[in-house]
């Protein structure tokens, strides 16, 4: 498959430099242009910082690099291993401010990513190991105001750079265990990438780049709560390679932007025209979230229409019953109810997958842990009920 690029913005740290702005960098001090891939795949295939550990470097390029603020821009805060194998990263950014980042050994319920097992026949692996699906954050918080969801209740507090988003995965290969790879990048955590646009198209061309991370770009999953001009853009940029996926989470206007304010911007109609647009990639299909609320939007005729409105999409939906957000009275249907919804979409032909977490566990999602800190300082008022922004 050829690599498509898109245009970038310049970048913003040393971190996030690719390969041929290494080599501008590099010719610019009088070292010749090779030396820009060697400089790349030292911190983002081999996970060296340091320059000093070079070792192929000459050592006035070492010591001048070392002028370069190439470290870690993250420090792991909390490592909270779960008994079912999932792990939290509450990574702690150098301004103090607090992000996380989940791994999840692929096959366990709570695994979000687009490509499921039995899709990875085609997938050569030299070693028996474990993979991985990783979740990370773009910004600080989420200006998106969806009423049940952490982030959306703390806020934006900033958005990620390139080298903060593409850090995390580089942190989850170090801090994962030897008989694991990171091989599935889900964009789930806090943040809605695509209001960090230039920022996640650095990060995407950064972690798929086959001198770095080398990720494929099917195994990128990158979640939207529909940010319309934003989705056509990273079709065009991307060729449809990166997996999209959309939280819809309801099937009228009404009750989506109740739910989630953005819809009275991007109503589900224009929503649907986009997905309609995006340039899926024979045989992939688009992901369509839906978090189950009790009296929300569970009710049986809405899977009715969510098929009806789904229909002519390649897509399939994952489930997610909804995680209990401290303060909030809302909550998931019990679990006949989740099944009972799955099973109508499915008697209408839709693929309808459950995603269960356990909420007692870590493993309950993106979007919970940072809260913790976050709870202390916010007051949350959830009686004001409707729209949440
Ligand atoms: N901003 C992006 C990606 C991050 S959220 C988006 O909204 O798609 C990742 C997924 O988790 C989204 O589908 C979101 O709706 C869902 N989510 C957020 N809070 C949740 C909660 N409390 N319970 C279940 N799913 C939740
Ligand atoms: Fe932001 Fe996504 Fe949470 Fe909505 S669900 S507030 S878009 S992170």
New binding site residues.
């Given amino acids: 498959m050829v690599a498509i690029r898109p245009t970038l913005a310049a970048p913003k740290t040393a971190l996030e430099r690719l390969p041929e702005e290494w080599a501008d960098v590099l010719v610019s001090w009088g070292e010749p242009k090779f030396r820009g891939i060697q400089v790349f795949r030292w911190i983002h295939q081999r996970g060296v910082f340091d320059p000093a550990q070079m070792t192929d470097l000459p050592k006035s390029l070492r010591e001048r690099l070392a002028k370069e603020d190439l470290a870690l821009p993250m420090e792991v805060a909390l490592f909270h291993r779960s008994s079912d194998g999932t792990r939290k990263m509450l990574l702690r950014l150098t301004d103090g401010k607090e992000v996380e980042s989940v791994l999840i050994p692929q096959g366990h319920v709570g695994d979000?990513a687009a490509v499921p097992d039995d899709e990875d026949a085609d997938v050569e692996e030299p070693r028996a190991r474990t993979p991985i699906s990783q979740c990370i954050s773009?910004q600080v918080g989420?200006a998106?105001g969806?009423v049940?969801?952490?982030?959306?209740v703390a806020g934006l507090k900033r958005h990620m750079n390139a080298g903060e988003i593409v850090s995390q995965v580089l942190l989850g290969r170090a801090r994962s265990d030897e008989h694991e790879r990171v091989r599935n990048v889900v964009?789930?955590?806090?943040?809605?990438?695509l209001?960090n646009y230039d920022a996640v198209a650095r990060a995407l061309v950064l972690l798929t780049h086959p001198e770095g991370l080398a990720l494929s770009t099917r195994r990128v999953t990158l979640?939207?709560?529909?940010l319309v001009p934003q989705i056509d853009r990273l079709g065009q940029d991307f060729g449809g390679q990166v997996q999209l996926?959309?939280?819809l989470?309801a099937v009228d206007n009404e009750k989506r932007s109740a739910l989630?304010p953005i819809n009275r911007k991007h109503p589900i109609e224009e929503l649907m025209e986009a997905l309609r647009r995006y340039p899926l990639p024979k045989r992939r299909r688009i992901t369509i979230?839906y978090?189950l609320i009790a009296g929300k939007n569970d009710e049986l005729r809405d899977a009715d229409t969510l098929s009806k409105l789904l229909r002519g999409i390649p897509v399939k939906v994952n489930l997610?019953?909804?995680?209990?957000?401290d303060g909030?009275p809302?909550a998931?249907p019990d679990y006949s109810g989740v099944d009972a919804f799955q099973e109508r979409l499915r008697s209408h032909g839709v693929a309808a997958f459950v995603r269960r977490?356990r909420g007692d566990d870590i493993a309950?999602?993106?979007?919970?842990l940072a809260l913790h800190g976050e709870k202390r300082r916010l007051r949350v008022d959830y009686s004001a009920g409707g729209g949440g922004s």
């Fill in positions: 979000l773009t989420c998106m969806c049940f969801c952490a982030s959306g964009f789930m955590g806090m943040g809605e990438p209001h979640s939207t709560s529909g996926a959309v939280s989470h989630m979230e978090t997610i019953p909804m995680n209990p957000v909030s809302l998931a977490t309950a999602a993106c979007g919970q």
